[in-house]
Protein backbone atom coordinates (compact mmCIF):
# COMPACT_ATOMS: atom_id res chain seq x y z
CA UNK A 1 0.00 0.00 0.00
CA UNK A 2 1.23 3.32 -0.83
CA UNK A 3 3.15 5.15 2.20
CA UNK A 4 0.44 6.81 4.89
CA UNK A 5 2.96 8.50 8.04
CA UNK A 6 3.72 11.46 7.79
CA UNK A 7 6.58 12.68 10.40
CA UNK A 8 5.64 16.69 11.69
CA UNK A 9 9.34 17.44 13.25
CA UNK A 10 12.97 16.06 12.84
CA UNK A 11 14.03 13.58 15.40
CA UNK A 12 16.80 15.04 17.60
CA UNK A 13 17.26 11.64 18.94
CA UNK A 14 18.21 8.75 16.96
CA UNK A 15 14.71 6.28 16.18
CA UNK A 16 14.32 3.20 16.66
CA UNK A 17 15.07 1.04 13.77
CA UNK A 18 15.68 -2.42 13.97
CA UNK A 19 15.14 -3.75 10.30
CA UNK A 20 17.37 -0.91 8.74
CA UNK A 21 20.24 -1.76 11.83
CA UNK A 22 20.20 -5.34 9.85
CA UNK A 23 20.62 -3.79 6.52
CA UNK A 24 24.60 -3.09 5.29
CA UNK A 25 24.12 -4.16 1.71
CA UNK A 26 21.36 -4.44 -0.73
CA UNK A 27 21.87 -8.03 -0.47
CA UNK A 28 21.09 -8.37 2.95
CA UNK A 29 17.79 -5.73 1.71
CA UNK A 30 16.71 -8.78 -0.69
CA UNK A 31 16.24 -11.16 1.92
CA UNK A 32 12.83 -9.60 3.67
CA UNK A 33 9.34 -9.61 2.70
CA UNK A 34 7.04 -7.21 1.78
CA UNK A 35 5.40 -6.23 5.07
CA UNK A 36 9.30 -5.67 6.41
CA UNK A 37 10.42 -3.69 3.24
CA UNK A 38 7.11 -1.73 4.25
CA UNK A 39 8.37 -1.30 7.77
CA UNK A 40 11.87 -0.38 6.25
CA UNK A 41 10.62 2.47 4.42
CA UNK A 42 9.38 3.48 7.33
CA UNK A 43 12.74 3.27 9.50
CA UNK A 44 14.65 4.44 6.63
CA UNK A 45 12.54 7.66 6.05
CA UNK A 46 13.18 8.05 10.11
CA UNK A 47 16.35 7.65 9.89
CA UNK A 48 17.33 10.24 6.99
CA UNK A 49 15.33 12.54 9.10
CA UNK A 50 17.19 12.25 12.37
CA UNK A 51 20.72 12.11 10.19
CA UNK A 52 20.73 15.16 8.19
CA UNK A 53 19.48 16.77 11.25
CA UNK A 54 22.74 15.94 12.56
CA UNK A 55 24.65 16.77 9.80
CA UNK A 56 22.72 19.13 7.52
CA UNK A 57 22.58 18.61 3.85
CA UNK A 58 19.96 17.96 0.98
CA UNK A 59 16.97 16.84 2.41
CA UNK A 60 13.53 17.01 0.36
CA UNK A 61 15.08 14.76 -2.95
CA UNK A 62 16.19 11.77 -0.68
CA UNK A 63 12.64 11.87 1.14
CA UNK A 64 10.93 11.69 -2.26
CA UNK A 65 12.46 8.55 -3.31
CA UNK A 66 12.96 6.24 -0.12
CA UNK A 67 10.08 3.76 -2.07
CA UNK A 68 12.15 3.94 -5.14
CA UNK A 69 15.86 3.48 -3.70
CA UNK A 70 14.47 0.36 -1.95
CA UNK A 71 12.68 -1.24 -4.92
CA UNK A 72 15.62 -0.50 -7.14
CA UNK A 73 17.93 -2.44 -4.90
CA UNK A 74 15.51 -5.04 -4.07
CA UNK A 75 14.70 -5.97 -7.82
CA UNK A 76 18.42 -5.29 -9.31
CA UNK A 77 21.83 -6.79 -8.38
CA UNK A 78 23.51 -4.08 -7.53
CA UNK A 79 26.77 -3.46 -7.58
CA UNK A 80 26.74 -5.79 -10.40
CA UNK A 81 23.74 -4.00 -12.12
CA UNK A 82 25.08 -0.47 -12.56
CA UNK A 83 22.50 2.24 -10.63
CA UNK A 84 23.43 5.69 -11.78
CA UNK A 85 21.94 8.43 -9.79
CA UNK A 86 20.96 12.20 -11.38
CA UNK A 87 22.18 15.09 -9.98
CA UNK A 88 22.84 13.14 -6.44
CA UNK A 89 20.66 15.40 -3.82
CA UNK A 90 18.69 12.07 -3.91
CA UNK A 91 21.29 10.01 -3.23
CA UNK A 92 21.16 9.66 0.45
CA UNK A 93 18.64 7.00 1.14
CA UNK A 94 21.23 4.42 -1.26
CA UNK A 95 24.25 6.26 0.92
CA UNK A 96 21.96 4.10 3.82
CA UNK A 97 21.37 1.37 2.28
CA UNK A 98 25.15 0.48 0.74
CA UNK A 99 27.33 0.18 4.31
CA UNK A 100 27.13 3.97 4.87
CA UNK A 101 24.48 4.20 7.48
CA UNK A 102 26.31 5.45 10.46
CA UNK A 103 28.88 8.04 7.91
CA UNK A 104 25.74 9.89 7.25
CA UNK A 105 25.90 11.71 10.96
CA UNK A 106 29.08 13.33 8.97
CA UNK A 107 27.99 13.67 5.33
CA UNK A 108 29.84 16.75 3.68
CA UNK A 109 32.31 17.47 6.44
CA UNK A 110 35.71 17.52 5.45
CA UNK A 111 37.11 13.85 5.14
CA UNK A 112 33.73 12.15 5.59
CA UNK A 113 31.07 11.20 3.00
CA UNK A 114 30.55 13.36 0.04
CA UNK A 115 27.37 14.65 -0.19
CA UNK A 116 27.16 13.23 -4.05
CA UNK A 117 27.76 9.78 -5.51
CA UNK A 118 31.54 9.39 -5.86
CA UNK A 119 32.91 6.98 -7.35
CA UNK A 120 35.93 5.91 -4.92
CA UNK A 121 33.93 6.28 -2.04
CA UNK A 122 31.64 2.77 -2.86
CA UNK A 123 31.74 0.03 -5.07
CA UNK A 124 27.77 0.86 -5.26
CA UNK A 125 28.75 4.75 -6.32
CA UNK A 126 28.89 3.67 -10.01
CA UNK A 127 29.04 7.10 -11.41
CA UNK A 128 30.45 10.42 -9.77
CA UNK A 129 27.86 12.99 -10.24
CA UNK A 130 26.76 17.00 -8.87
CA UNK A 131 25.52 18.57 -12.25
CA UNK A 132 22.43 17.32 -13.71
CA UNK A 133 21.29 15.52 -16.43
CA UNK A 134 24.17 13.41 -17.15
CA UNK A 135 22.68 9.89 -15.69
CA UNK A 136 21.03 8.37 -18.73
CA UNK A 137 24.90 8.92 -21.06
CA UNK A 138 26.84 7.31 -18.34
CA UNK A 139 23.87 4.50 -17.97
CA UNK A 140 23.89 4.24 -21.36
CA UNK A 141 28.12 4.04 -21.79
CA UNK A 142 27.52 1.29 -18.93
CA UNK A 143 24.83 -0.54 -21.18
CA UNK A 144 27.08 -0.65 -23.77
CA UNK A 145 30.78 -1.73 -22.27
CA UNK A 146 28.58 -4.91 -20.90
CA UNK A 147 27.65 -5.77 -24.38
CA UNK A 148 31.36 -5.45 -25.66
CA UNK A 149 32.15 -7.58 -22.72
CA UNK A 150 29.43 -9.77 -23.18
CA UNK A 151 28.13 -9.64 -20.02
CA UNK A 152 24.79 -9.96 -18.66
CA UNK A 153 24.11 -6.89 -15.98
CA UNK A 154 21.61 -4.26 -16.50
CA UNK A 155 21.96 -0.65 -16.32
CA UNK A 156 19.66 2.00 -14.83
CA UNK A 157 19.17 5.78 -14.49
CA UNK A 158 17.24 7.59 -12.14
CA UNK A 159 16.40 11.90 -13.76
CA UNK A 160 14.54 13.74 -11.76
CA UNK A 161 11.86 16.20 -14.23
CA UNK A 162 14.21 19.02 -13.32
CA UNK A 163 16.87 17.18 -15.09
CA UNK A 164 15.03 16.20 -17.73
CA UNK A 165 14.55 19.98 -19.33
CA UNK A 166 18.91 19.71 -20.25
CA UNK A 167 19.27 19.12 -23.92
CA UNK A 168 22.50 16.55 -22.70
CA UNK A 169 19.19 14.00 -21.37
CA UNK A 170 17.08 14.17 -24.73
CA UNK A 171 20.84 13.29 -27.20
CA UNK A 172 20.77 10.02 -24.98
CA UNK A 173 17.37 9.01 -24.61
CA UNK A 174 17.84 9.81 -28.63
CA UNK A 175 21.52 7.69 -28.79
CA UNK A 176 19.67 4.97 -27.04
CA UNK A 177 16.60 4.75 -28.76
CA UNK A 178 18.16 4.71 -32.03
CA UNK A 179 20.96 1.90 -31.16
CA UNK A 180 17.88 -0.17 -29.14
CA UNK A 181 19.95 -0.63 -25.88
CA UNK A 182 19.48 -2.68 -22.53
CA UNK A 183 18.79 0.12 -20.95
CA UNK A 184 16.06 1.41 -18.17
CA UNK A 185 15.50 5.18 -17.27
CA UNK A 186 13.41 6.08 -14.26
CA UNK A 187 11.80 9.41 -14.43
CA UNK A 188 10.98 10.51 -11.21
CA UNK A 189 8.41 13.04 -11.87
CA UNK A 190 8.13 14.71 -8.19
CA UNK A 191 5.13 17.03 -9.26
CA UNK A 192 7.46 20.23 -9.95
CA UNK A 193 6.58 19.73 -13.35
CA UNK A 194 5.78 17.21 -16.46
CA UNK A 195 2.34 15.07 -14.87
CA UNK A 196 -0.23 14.76 -12.30
CA UNK A 197 -1.87 12.04 -13.97
CA UNK A 198 -1.76 9.57 -11.17
CA UNK A 199 -4.65 7.39 -10.01
CA UNK A 200 -6.11 4.41 -10.19
CA UNK A 201 -6.53 4.54 -13.57
CA UNK A 202 -2.64 4.90 -14.47
CA UNK A 203 -1.68 2.87 -12.00
CA UNK A 204 -3.84 0.01 -13.76
CA UNK A 205 -2.71 0.50 -16.97
CA UNK A 206 1.12 0.73 -15.65
CA UNK A 207 0.31 -2.94 -14.39
CA UNK A 208 -0.79 -4.00 -17.82
CA UNK A 209 1.73 -1.81 -20.42
CA UNK A 210 4.34 -3.88 -18.08
CA UNK A 211 3.12 -7.23 -17.84
CA UNK A 212 4.85 -9.96 -19.20
CA UNK A 213 1.43 -11.00 -20.91
CA UNK A 214 1.26 -7.83 -22.47
CA UNK A 215 4.68 -7.60 -23.56
CA UNK A 216 4.36 -11.41 -24.67
CA UNK A 217 0.86 -10.27 -26.82
CA UNK A 218 3.76 -6.96 -28.06
CA UNK A 219 6.51 -9.24 -29.39
CA UNK A 220 4.26 -11.94 -31.43
CA UNK A 221 2.25 -8.73 -32.92
CA UNK A 222 5.49 -7.61 -34.49
CA UNK A 223 6.31 -10.90 -35.85
CA UNK A 224 3.04 -12.03 -37.30
CA UNK A 225 3.11 -8.76 -38.96
CA UNK A 226 6.91 -8.85 -39.59
CA UNK A 227 5.65 -9.28 -43.66
CA UNK A 228 3.34 -6.96 -44.02
CA UNK A 229 4.80 -3.29 -43.77
CA UNK A 230 1.13 -1.29 -44.15
CA UNK A 231 -0.30 -3.43 -41.22
CA UNK A 232 2.91 -2.69 -38.86
CA UNK A 233 2.72 0.94 -39.21
CA UNK A 234 -1.26 0.59 -38.56
CA UNK A 235 -0.56 -1.73 -35.54
CA UNK A 236 2.10 1.31 -34.63
CA UNK A 237 0.19 3.97 -34.51
CA UNK A 238 -2.87 2.66 -32.95
CA UNK A 239 -0.93 1.43 -29.49
CA UNK A 240 0.79 4.79 -29.76
CA UNK A 241 -2.76 6.51 -29.55
CA UNK A 242 -4.04 3.77 -27.20
CA UNK A 243 -0.76 4.93 -24.89
CA UNK A 244 -1.52 8.52 -25.28
CA UNK A 245 -5.35 8.56 -24.23
CA UNK A 246 -4.28 7.30 -21.21
CA UNK A 247 -0.19 8.04 -20.19
CA UNK A 248 1.84 10.99 -20.92
CA UNK A 249 4.23 8.82 -22.86
CA UNK A 250 4.24 9.33 -26.43
CA UNK A 251 7.25 11.49 -26.95
CA UNK A 252 9.37 8.58 -25.47
CA UNK A 253 7.64 6.31 -27.59
CA UNK A 254 8.79 8.40 -30.80
CA UNK A 255 12.26 7.95 -29.37
CA UNK A 256 12.53 4.29 -29.17
CA UNK A 257 11.76 3.26 -25.88
CA UNK A 258 8.78 1.45 -24.52
CA UNK A 259 6.93 3.85 -22.18
CA UNK A 260 5.51 3.03 -19.01
CA UNK A 261 3.79 4.82 -16.05
CA UNK A 262 2.95 6.91 -14.59
CA UNK A 263 2.86 4.95 -11.39
CA UNK A 264 2.69 6.63 -8.00
CA UNK A 265 6.46 6.13 -7.11
CA UNK A 266 5.55 5.79 -3.18
CA UNK A 267 3.57 2.46 -3.42
CA UNK A 268 6.32 0.10 -2.92
CA UNK A 269 4.62 -3.11 -4.13
CA UNK A 270 4.00 -1.48 -7.85
CA UNK A 271 7.28 -0.06 -8.32
CA UNK A 272 8.70 -4.08 -7.36
CA UNK A 273 6.20 -5.49 -9.52
CA UNK A 274 6.66 -3.12 -12.39
CA UNK A 275 10.09 -3.08 -12.10
CA UNK A 276 10.67 -6.89 -12.24
CA UNK A 277 8.56 -6.77 -15.12
CA UNK A 278 10.76 -4.83 -16.99
CA UNK A 279 14.43 -6.63 -15.53
CA UNK A 280 13.08 -9.37 -18.16
CA UNK A 281 12.28 -6.86 -20.75
CA UNK A 282 14.84 -6.00 -23.76
CA UNK A 283 15.40 -2.65 -25.33
CA UNK A 284 15.43 0.70 -23.96
CA UNK A 285 12.48 0.93 -21.44
CA UNK A 286 11.01 4.07 -19.77
CA UNK A 287 9.96 3.85 -16.32
CA UNK A 288 7.57 6.90 -15.45
CA UNK A 289 7.37 7.66 -11.62
CA UNK A 290 5.10 10.24 -9.99
CA UNK A 291 6.60 11.21 -6.07
CA UNK A 292 6.80 13.87 -3.92
CA UNK A 293 9.81 15.93 -3.16
CA UNK A 294 9.74 15.82 0.87
CA UNK A 295 7.31 12.85 1.49
CA UNK A 296 6.54 12.04 4.63
CA UNK A 297 7.94 15.70 6.66
CA UNK A 298 5.11 17.76 6.52
CA UNK A 299 6.59 20.90 6.69
CA UNK A 300 8.98 20.00 3.16
CA UNK A 301 5.55 18.34 1.79
CA UNK A 302 4.50 21.95 1.52
CA UNK A 303 7.45 24.02 1.11
CA UNK A 304 9.56 21.68 -1.20
CA UNK A 305 11.83 24.05 -2.66
CA UNK A 306 12.39 25.69 0.71
CA UNK A 307 13.72 22.15 2.10
CA UNK A 308 15.99 21.48 -0.91
CA UNK A 309 18.21 21.18 2.13
CA UNK A 310 18.51 21.96 5.69
CA UNK A 311 21.20 23.36 7.91
CA UNK A 312 22.84 21.07 11.03
CA UNK A 313 20.08 21.87 14.01
CA UNK A 314 21.17 22.73 17.33
CA UNK A 315 20.48 19.40 19.59
CA UNK A 316 17.30 20.70 20.85
CA UNK A 317 16.04 22.38 18.10
CA UNK A 318 13.17 20.42 16.21
CA UNK A 319 12.24 21.82 13.06
CA UNK A 320 8.25 21.75 13.08
CA UNK A 321 7.18 24.62 10.76
CA UNK A 322 8.26 26.27 7.38
CA UNK A 323 11.91 28.61 7.23
CA UNK A 324 11.32 32.17 7.21
CA UNK A 325 10.79 33.67 4.11
CA UNK A 326 14.25 35.01 2.34
CA UNK A 327 14.27 38.69 2.28
CA UNK A 328 13.68 40.28 -0.41
CA UNK A 329 15.63 43.90 0.23
CA UNK A 330 19.00 44.63 1.68
CA UNK A 331 17.10 45.60 4.89
CA UNK A 332 18.15 43.27 7.15
CA UNK A 333 20.07 43.34 10.09
CA UNK A 334 22.82 40.78 9.18
CA UNK A 335 25.16 41.12 6.46
CA UNK A 336 23.26 40.23 3.27
CA UNK A 337 24.56 38.27 0.85
CA UNK A 338 26.19 38.89 -2.34
CA UNK A 339 23.61 37.11 -4.15
CA UNK A 340 21.30 39.73 -2.08
CA UNK A 341 23.23 42.36 -3.53
CA UNK A 342 23.09 40.83 -6.76
CA UNK A 343 18.88 40.68 -6.49
CA UNK A 344 18.38 44.53 -5.73
CA UNK A 345 20.81 45.65 -7.87
CA UNK A 346 18.59 43.96 -10.62
CA UNK A 347 15.86 45.05 -9.94
CA UNK A 348 16.99 48.43 -9.34
CA UNK A 349 18.25 48.73 -12.71
CA UNK A 350 15.49 47.27 -14.17
CA UNK A 351 13.80 49.97 -13.09
CA UNK A 352 16.12 53.01 -14.58
CA UNK A 353 16.22 50.51 -18.13
CA UNK A 354 13.24 49.18 -19.67
CA UNK A 355 15.99 47.21 -21.83
CA UNK A 356 17.26 45.09 -19.20
CA UNK A 357 16.36 41.17 -19.57
CA UNK A 358 17.35 38.65 -16.46
CA UNK A 359 17.85 35.40 -17.39
CA UNK A 360 19.19 32.07 -15.16
CA UNK A 361 18.81 28.39 -15.71
CA UNK A 362 16.82 27.39 -12.57
CA UNK A 363 18.88 29.52 -10.19
CA UNK A 364 15.87 31.81 -9.30
CA UNK A 365 16.30 31.74 -5.70
CA UNK A 366 19.84 30.95 -5.18
CA UNK A 367 20.71 33.80 -7.14
CA UNK A 368 18.18 36.07 -5.39
CA UNK A 369 15.80 36.85 -8.33
CA UNK A 370 12.39 36.21 -6.71
CA UNK A 371 11.57 40.09 -6.67
CA UNK A 372 12.62 40.73 -9.97
CA UNK A 373 10.44 37.53 -11.74
CA UNK A 374 7.30 39.13 -9.48
CA UNK A 375 8.29 42.98 -10.63
CA UNK A 376 9.49 42.40 -14.33
CA UNK A 377 7.52 38.70 -15.32
CA UNK A 378 7.34 40.00 -18.90
CA UNK A 379 12.09 40.35 -18.55
CA UNK A 380 12.26 37.09 -16.58
CA UNK A 381 13.47 33.99 -18.33
CA UNK A 382 13.88 31.36 -16.21
CA UNK A 383 15.19 28.43 -18.91
CA UNK A 384 15.73 25.37 -16.66
CA UNK A 385 18.54 23.06 -16.65
CA UNK A 386 19.74 24.31 -19.76
CA UNK A 387 23.28 26.38 -19.01
CA UNK A 388 23.80 26.14 -22.81
CA UNK A 389 20.51 27.72 -24.15
CA UNK A 390 20.66 30.25 -21.45
CA UNK A 391 23.62 31.95 -23.19
CA UNK A 392 22.66 31.66 -26.62
CA UNK A 393 19.30 33.05 -25.56
CA UNK A 394 21.43 36.27 -23.91
CA UNK A 395 23.38 36.04 -27.34
CA UNK A 396 20.20 36.83 -29.38
CA UNK A 397 18.78 39.06 -27.30
CA UNK A 398 21.79 41.21 -27.32
CA UNK A 399 21.44 41.29 -30.93
CA UNK A 400 18.18 43.25 -30.83
CA UNK A 401 19.11 45.80 -29.16
CA UNK A 402 18.21 44.47 -25.60
CA UNK A 403 20.83 44.79 -22.45
CA UNK A 404 20.96 40.67 -21.33
CA UNK A 405 22.05 39.78 -17.55
CA UNK A 406 22.59 36.44 -16.90
CA UNK A 407 22.94 35.08 -13.32
CA UNK A 408 24.85 31.62 -13.16
CA UNK A 409 27.26 29.89 -10.83
CA UNK A 410 30.64 29.68 -11.60
CA UNK A 411 30.68 25.61 -11.53
CA UNK A 412 27.54 25.77 -14.48
CA UNK A 413 28.75 28.21 -16.64
CA UNK A 414 31.58 25.56 -17.43
CA UNK A 415 28.60 23.60 -18.92
CA UNK A 416 28.13 26.67 -21.81
CA UNK A 417 31.86 27.44 -22.75
CA UNK A 418 31.25 26.90 -26.45
CA UNK A 419 28.53 29.24 -26.43
CA UNK A 420 30.29 31.45 -24.26
CA UNK A 421 33.14 31.69 -26.64
CA UNK A 422 31.15 31.18 -30.21
CA UNK A 423 27.79 32.80 -29.51
CA UNK A 424 28.51 35.82 -26.92
CA UNK A 425 32.61 36.41 -27.42
CA UNK A 426 33.36 36.06 -30.86
CA UNK A 427 30.26 38.38 -32.15
CA UNK A 428 31.41 40.95 -28.69
CA UNK A 429 28.15 40.63 -27.95
CA UNK A 430 26.73 42.87 -25.26
CA UNK A 431 25.86 40.50 -21.97
CA UNK A 432 26.08 41.09 -18.52
CA UNK A 433 27.35 37.93 -16.52
CA UNK A 434 26.80 37.52 -12.95
CA UNK A 435 28.96 34.82 -12.02
CA UNK A 436 27.60 33.66 -8.22
CA UNK A 437 29.41 31.16 -5.97
CA UNK A 438 32.85 32.15 -7.17
CA UNK A 439 35.56 30.27 -5.34
CA UNK A 440 35.09 27.44 -2.71
CA UNK A 441 31.58 26.85 -1.82
CA UNK A 442 32.07 24.49 1.19
CA UNK A 443 29.90 21.04 1.67
CA UNK A 444 29.44 20.56 -1.60
CA UNK A 445 33.00 20.20 -2.73
CA UNK A 446 34.43 19.91 -6.03
CA UNK A 447 31.76 19.26 -8.44
CA UNK A 448 30.10 22.88 -7.39
CA UNK A 449 33.18 24.63 -6.27
CA UNK A 450 33.48 27.86 -9.08
CA UNK A 451 37.64 27.22 -9.03
CA UNK A 452 38.23 27.79 -12.58
CA UNK A 453 36.23 30.58 -14.05
CA UNK A 454 39.21 33.26 -13.80
CA UNK A 455 41.14 31.04 -15.65
CA UNK A 456 38.87 30.11 -18.27
CA UNK A 457 37.16 33.42 -18.83
CA UNK A 458 41.41 35.20 -19.07
CA UNK A 459 41.82 33.50 -22.08
CA UNK A 460 38.85 34.56 -24.36
CA UNK A 461 39.24 37.89 -26.16
CA UNK A 462 36.58 40.82 -25.59
CA UNK A 463 36.07 39.56 -22.31
CA UNK A 464 35.96 41.91 -19.03
CA UNK A 465 36.44 40.62 -15.57
CA UNK A 466 35.97 42.04 -12.38
CA UNK A 467 36.55 41.01 -8.94
CA UNK A 468 35.01 42.96 -6.08
CA UNK A 469 36.15 42.82 -2.66
CA UNK A 470 32.83 43.93 -0.76
CA UNK A 471 29.20 43.90 -1.13
CA UNK A 472 29.49 47.58 -2.42
CA UNK A 473 32.26 47.02 -4.89
CA UNK A 474 29.84 44.25 -6.19
CA UNK A 475 27.43 46.81 -6.97
CA UNK A 476 29.38 49.23 -8.86
CA UNK A 477 30.95 46.64 -10.78
CA UNK A 478 27.49 45.35 -11.53
CA UNK A 479 26.98 48.91 -13.03
CA UNK A 480 30.14 48.93 -14.37
CA UNK A 481 29.68 45.57 -16.58
CA UNK A 482 25.71 46.20 -17.84
CA UNK A 483 27.06 49.88 -18.71
CA UNK A 484 29.97 48.37 -21.25
CA UNK A 485 29.38 47.55 -24.75
CA UNK A 486 30.70 44.05 -24.50
CA UNK A 487 30.98 40.84 -22.33
CA UNK A 488 31.47 41.35 -19.15
CA UNK A 489 31.88 38.97 -15.99
CA UNK A 490 31.49 40.11 -12.39
CA UNK A 491 31.99 36.90 -10.58
CA UNK A 492 31.48 37.00 -6.49
CA UNK A 493 31.54 33.98 -3.62
CA UNK A 494 28.95 31.98 -1.54
CA UNK A 495 27.42 33.88 1.38
CA UNK A 496 28.00 37.06 3.07
CA UNK A 497 30.92 40.08 2.87
CA UNK A 498 32.35 42.41 5.77
CA UNK A 499 28.80 44.09 5.75
CA UNK A 500 30.19 47.15 4.08
CA UNK A 501 27.72 50.19 3.10
CA UNK A 502 26.27 49.76 -0.06
CA UNK A 503 25.71 52.94 -1.91
CA UNK A 504 22.29 53.32 -3.29
CA UNK A 505 22.96 54.88 -6.69
CA UNK A 506 24.21 52.80 -10.04
CA UNK A 507 27.60 54.27 -9.88
CA UNK A 508 30.59 52.46 -11.98
CA UNK A 509 34.38 51.91 -11.46
CA UNK A 510 36.88 53.15 -13.85
CA UNK A 511 37.58 50.04 -16.13
CA UNK A 512 41.26 48.39 -15.78
CA UNK A 513 42.15 50.65 -12.21
CA UNK A 514 42.94 48.82 -9.14
CA UNK A 515 43.26 50.72 -5.73
CA UNK A 516 45.83 50.70 -3.20
CA UNK A 517 44.05 50.08 0.21
CA UNK A 518 47.63 50.33 2.35
CA UNK A 519 50.84 51.51 1.52
CA UNK A 520 53.59 48.98 3.24
CA UNK A 521 57.70 49.05 4.03
CA UNK A 522 58.84 48.58 0.08
CA UNK A 523 59.65 44.93 0.61
CA UNK A 524 56.24 43.19 0.14
CA UNK A 525 53.22 44.21 -2.00
CA UNK A 526 49.85 41.95 -2.20
CA UNK A 527 47.77 42.02 -5.01
CA UNK A 528 44.51 41.10 -3.64
CA UNK A 529 41.84 39.79 -6.17
CA UNK A 530 37.93 39.26 -4.66
CA UNK A 531 37.60 39.53 -1.20
CA UNK A 532 40.49 37.53 -0.23
CA UNK A 533 41.54 41.10 0.22
CA UNK A 534 39.99 41.21 3.95
CA UNK A 535 42.62 37.96 4.77
CA UNK A 536 45.57 39.83 2.73
CA UNK A 537 44.90 42.99 4.95
CA UNK A 538 44.54 40.81 7.94
CA UNK A 539 48.06 39.63 7.79
CA UNK A 540 49.62 42.83 6.22
CA UNK A 541 50.61 44.74 9.44
CA UNK A 542 52.72 41.95 10.99
CA UNK A 543 54.59 41.89 7.30
CA UNK A 544 54.02 45.80 6.72
CA UNK A 545 53.35 44.76 3.62
CA UNK A 546 51.57 46.95 0.49
CA UNK A 547 48.00 46.04 -0.32
CA UNK A 548 46.16 46.56 -3.31
CA UNK A 549 42.65 45.86 -4.14
CA UNK A 550 43.48 44.97 -8.19
CA UNK A 551 39.11 44.66 -8.91
CA UNK A 552 40.02 43.99 -12.26
CA UNK A 553 41.68 40.68 -14.19
CA UNK A 554 41.46 41.64 -17.45
CA UNK A 555 42.24 44.24 -18.46
CA UNK A 556 44.79 44.26 -15.87
CA UNK A 557 45.93 47.27 -14.43
CA UNK A 558 49.40 47.32 -16.07
CA UNK A 559 50.39 50.79 -15.01
CA UNK A 560 49.85 49.88 -11.27
CA UNK A 561 51.61 46.83 -11.79
CA UNK A 562 54.81 48.07 -13.03
CA UNK A 563 54.44 50.51 -9.93
CA UNK A 564 54.25 47.92 -7.67
CA UNK A 565 57.25 45.71 -9.40
CA UNK A 566 59.21 48.79 -9.65
CA UNK A 567 59.27 49.83 -5.57
CA UNK A 568 58.89 45.92 -4.05
CA UNK A 569 61.03 43.27 -3.68
CA UNK A 570 57.87 40.48 -4.06
CA UNK A 571 54.89 40.74 -5.58
CA UNK A 572 52.49 38.16 -3.99
CA UNK A 573 49.10 37.62 -6.16
CA UNK A 574 46.17 36.27 -4.47
CA UNK A 575 43.04 34.94 -5.82
CA UNK A 576 40.66 32.41 -5.11
CA UNK A 577 40.67 30.54 -7.95
CA UNK A 578 43.02 27.96 -9.30
CA UNK A 579 46.97 29.09 -9.94
CA UNK A 580 47.46 27.51 -13.13
CA UNK A 581 46.14 30.50 -15.32
CA UNK A 582 44.49 32.62 -12.97
CA UNK A 583 44.80 35.91 -12.06
CA UNK A 584 48.41 35.52 -10.71
CA UNK A 585 49.19 34.31 -14.29
CA UNK A 586 48.08 37.56 -15.65
CA UNK A 587 50.28 39.51 -13.55
CA UNK A 588 53.69 37.32 -14.45
CA UNK A 589 53.07 36.67 -17.80
CA UNK A 590 52.82 40.90 -18.04
CA UNK A 591 55.68 41.46 -16.29
CA UNK A 592 57.37 38.69 -18.19
CA UNK A 593 56.61 40.70 -21.08
CA UNK A 594 58.06 43.65 -20.11
CA UNK A 595 61.14 42.28 -19.08
CA UNK A 596 60.87 43.23 -15.20
CA UNK A 597 62.77 40.36 -13.12
CA UNK A 598 61.36 40.79 -9.54
CA UNK A 599 60.44 38.12 -6.89
CA UNK A 600 56.78 36.91 -7.30
CA UNK A 601 54.97 34.42 -5.12
CA UNK A 602 51.78 33.41 -6.90
CA UNK A 603 48.53 32.43 -4.10
CA UNK A 604 45.17 30.42 -5.11
CA UNK A 605 43.51 27.28 -5.09
CA UNK A 606 46.36 24.64 -5.76
CA UNK A 607 46.41 21.85 -8.62
CA UNK A 608 43.81 19.34 -7.24
CA UNK A 609 40.13 19.39 -6.82
CA UNK A 610 39.05 20.71 -3.53
CA UNK A 611 36.85 18.42 -1.92
CA UNK A 612 33.86 19.22 0.67
CA UNK A 613 34.31 20.76 4.13
CA UNK A 614 33.82 24.32 5.87
CA UNK A 615 34.93 27.17 4.08
CA UNK A 616 37.17 28.74 6.34
CA UNK A 617 38.99 25.09 6.82
CA UNK A 618 39.29 24.52 3.09
CA UNK A 619 40.98 28.43 2.63
CA UNK A 620 43.00 27.51 5.67
CA UNK A 621 44.05 24.07 3.52
CA UNK A 622 44.54 26.56 0.72
CA UNK A 623 46.49 28.95 2.53
CA UNK A 624 44.25 31.85 1.33
CA UNK A 625 43.32 32.47 5.39
CA UNK A 626 45.44 35.01 6.70
CA UNK A 627 47.55 32.87 8.16
CA UNK A 628 48.05 30.77 5.32
CA UNK A 629 48.65 34.13 3.51
CA UNK A 630 51.47 35.20 5.87
CA UNK A 631 53.43 31.60 6.52
CA UNK A 632 53.83 31.53 2.51
CA UNK A 633 54.87 35.28 2.45
CA UNK A 634 57.30 34.41 5.18
CA UNK A 635 58.44 31.32 3.84
CA UNK A 636 59.03 32.87 0.11
CA UNK A 637 60.75 35.70 2.51
CA UNK A 638 63.69 33.22 4.04
CA UNK A 639 64.00 31.37 0.73
CA UNK A 640 65.12 34.61 -0.99
CA UNK A 641 67.18 35.32 1.59
CA UNK A 642 69.11 32.00 2.27
CA UNK A 643 69.35 31.43 -1.58
CA UNK A 644 69.40 34.44 -3.62
CA UNK A 645 69.40 32.54 -6.74
CA UNK A 646 66.53 31.46 -6.17
CA UNK A 647 63.63 31.09 -8.59
CA UNK A 648 61.70 33.88 -9.03
CA UNK A 649 58.39 32.84 -9.58
CA UNK A 650 56.69 30.38 -7.23
CA UNK A 651 53.35 29.30 -7.02
CA UNK A 652 50.80 28.07 -3.98
Not at 128 to 151: D, F, Q, R
Not at 495 to 507: H, K, M, R, T
Request: charged fraction near 20%.
Amino acid sequence: MPYTHIFQEIPTHRPNTPLLDRVDSPAQLRLLNEEQLLQLAHELRAYLLYSVGQSGGHFGAGLGVIELTLALHYVYNTPEDRLVWDVGHQAYPHKILTGRRDGLLKIRQQGELSGFPKRDESIYDTFGVGHSSTSISAALGMSLAAKLNGEQRKAIAVIGDGAMTAGMAFEALNHAGAIRSDLLVVLNDNEMSISNNVGGLSNYFARILSSKTYQSMRDTGKKALSGTPQLMELARKTEEHFKGMVAPGTLFEELGFNYIGPIDGHNLPELINALENIREFEGPQFLHIVTKKGKGFAPAELDPIGYHAINKLAPTQPVTSLPPAKPKSLNVSKAPKFSNIFGRWICDMAERDKRLVGITPAMKEGSDLIEFAERFPARYHDVAIAEQHAVTLAAGLACEDTKPVVAIYSTFLQRAYDQLIHDVAIQDLDVLFAIDRAGLVGEDGATHAGSFDISFLRCIPNMVIMTPSDENQTRKMLSTGYEYCGPATVRYPRGSGVNALVDADLGTLPIGKGHIVREGSGTIAILAFGTVLHSALDCAEALNATVVDMRFVKPLDEELVLNLAANHELIVTVEENVVAGGAGSAVSEYLHQQSILVHQLLLGLPDEFVHHGKQADLLDYCRLSAAGIRKAIEDKLKNIRSNPASKLVSQS
